[in-house]
């Protein structure tokens, strides 16, 4: 079934859980507003019958594909009262001039802004947008004009190279399935089989026969302190969230590769913006799809395809005054079936636990026959039933170790981020570790929970790479998990698998040192795990506090 179709369907299902349409939709009017450079981008409104001048509602997008859906928002929001609109960005659709992802982003939104804050109709103004859309709202969050009073951005965060890369180990399934689907190519049935090209930093031009500039840059900077992600459009971007002086609503999924990103951006509101700002964050991938197969999931309070029902329900809240959620955290917890707020998550209660191996501590890792992922928070463009939290099948295989805790003799609840603490040999001058958490139930049944990537030279969050390790020598590499609301139950044990691959959630690392996409030579290296010296440290919140 056709994407834009199948989503339609969904949100035409799950429109009765937001307030009955009590307006008819009335006029329609399409604007090519002028950039400060000429340019003209395509703009809709739809207004409610016999509605001239009202609040405003408004997202861009760079998917003119999704023209139908964006119709059908509009559509939705002017019959529940709303003068609403989109954008489709520069160069996509019936909007002027040439398309580079977001380096106009900022520029085209404030001027839209501006011609918005002129215009009679427009008394107030909500922005909201998901994704891509929802990136076109931060780069312009630090320059509002008077009339926007609050924000919405589902699936999206303003740390962008923690959502590019993570300790050195670049997320193919994210950005280079973007890039591929966003090139404007037809070769889009070259992935993934086109991230094992070697150097790969070639591959656009030898696979897809075109130059990705854009691209590359995301390649080749691979140090977290580089000037490329630290100043321009990503440096901007980084700060953005502390020059916001509007109450926000943001949206996220514990299973979505925007998270960390997300998070960064809510600890860094100032404080009299966080205390009037809402973070959701449910059991979905991206997309805002179900992406935990542990457990049923029964509450289905905030359910919202494509971010929609929530959107309208914060600005339906925030502009008719009407209550909705408490400002702060507000989290599914998994394994529970509920929803919970809470203040932060990282509640202080660390509890260390020892970790035992059944089996040999090593692992063979040939960049030719890399481990498939199967569950994982990062991914995009892998099938649904690769993405998310899914059942995990444990066997013989050279390629991975598993490591475990004693059995739990209580119910524990996650919340936070938990830190694995590994004791690493390799034969190798450098290489990729790749922990998962994974939880054990009685039955036998394992589902990740999960999952921390990084090189050696990158170890321990480092902000640049370091070429000092020695082969053969033991080093302490510690993962910094994403934060996770998770009820582990009683009897279950925690395992960690460790590997040193994951494909295509992570790009295969070659054994070798130098900038990853710049190698074209390979070795088989055994790695392994000084298991006596390895730990687990998880965040557990006070269970007097859940009830």
């Keep these: 079934m056709d994407k834009c179709k199948e989503i339609l369907e969904q949100l035409n299902r799950e429109i009765r859980r937001i307030r009955k349409a009590d307006l008819k939709a009335g006029k329609e009017k399409t604007v090519m507003i002028p950039m400060r450079d000429g340019v003209k981008l395509f703009t809709r409104f739809i207004f409610p019958e016999g509605v001239t001048k009202g609040i405003v509602t408004f997202q861009r997008s760079c998917y003119a594909f999704q023209t ?4 059908w928002m509009a559509y939705q929001m002017a019959c529940r009262g709303y003068i609403s609109g989109y954008q489709l960005c520069r160069g996509i659709g019936q909007s002027q001039g040439q398309w580079e992802p977001f380096v106009n982003e900022k520029n085209d939104g404030l001027d839209t802004l501006y011609w918005l804050e002129q215009q009679d109709f427009a008394e107030q103004i909500g922005l909201y947008g998901l994704s891509y859309g929802g990136y076109t709202q931060w780069f312009v969050a630090d320059g509002l004009t008077p009339k926007v009073k609050t924000m919405v951005i589902i699936q999206a965060g303003t740390d962008r190279y923690r959502s590019a890369y993570t300790n050195g180990c670049f997320r193919h399934d994210v950005y280079t399935g973007w890039a591929v689907e966003n090139a404007k190519t037809e070769k889009k049935e070259i992935y993934p089989d086109c991230c094992l090209y070697r150097p790969f930093l070639k591959m656009d031009e030898a696979v897809m026969g075109k130059r990705l500039s854009w691209f590359r840059d995301w390649l080749l900077h691979v140090d977290e302190k580089d000037t490329y992600w630290t100043e321009g459009i990503w440096g901007d971007l980084k700060k953005t969230a502390e020059k916001i002086s509007v109450p926000v609503f943001l949206t996220g999924g514990w299973y979505d590769h925007h998270l960390e990103g997300m998070f960064y951006a809510w600890n860094h509101l100032k404080e009299s913006v966080r205390e009037k700002s809402v973070f959701l964050i449910g059991p979905w991938i991206h997309g805002m799809e179900n992406g935990v197969d542990a457990y049923d999931i029964d509450d289905h309070t905030h359910d919202s395809p494509f971010g929609f029902n929530e959107a309208f329900r914060f600005l339906d809240s925030f502009f008719c005054k009407r209550e909705y959620l408490k400002p702060g955290i507000t989290g599914y917890m998994i394994g529970k079936d509920k929803w919970m707020h809470k203040d932060t998550l990282q509640e202080g209660n660390i509890r260390t636990f020892g970790l035992f191996c059944n089996g040999s501590n090593k692992f063979i890792h040939n960049p030719d026959n890399p481990v498939k992922a199967k569950g994982a928070e990062s991914m995009l463009y892998a099938p649904p039933t690769d993405r998310g939290s899914k059942r995990q099948e444990i066997k013989e295989d050279n390629r991975i170790i598993y490591l475990h805790t004693k059995e739990l003799e209580e119910p524990l ?18 290489t990729m570790i790749i922990v998962k958490l994974l939880e054990e139930f009685q039955n036998g049944e394992v589902y990740n929970i999960r999952t921390g990537a990084s090189t050696i030279g990158y170890r321990n969050q480092a902000k640049e790479r370091v070429d000092d390790y020695i082969p053969g020598m033991p080093v302490r590499m510690e993962f910094q998990l994403w934060p996770i609301m998770w009820a582990l139950q009683k009897g279950s044990k925690i395992r960690v698998s460790v590997s040193s691959s994951n494909f295509p959630e992570f790009h295969v690392h070659t054994n070798m040192q130098g900038s990853w996409s710049m190698q074209d030579k390979i070795k088989t290296v055994v790695n392994k795990v000084n298991v006596e ?15």
Excluded: M, Q, Y
């Design 413 to 430: 609840t996650i919340c936070g981020s938990v830190k694995v603490s590994l004791e690493i040999e390799s034969e190798a001058s450098d």
């Design 68 to 71: 139908p859906i964006f119709e």
């Design 533 to 547: 010296n390895s730990f687990l440290e998880l965040p557990l919140s006070d269970r007097k506090n859940e009830e």
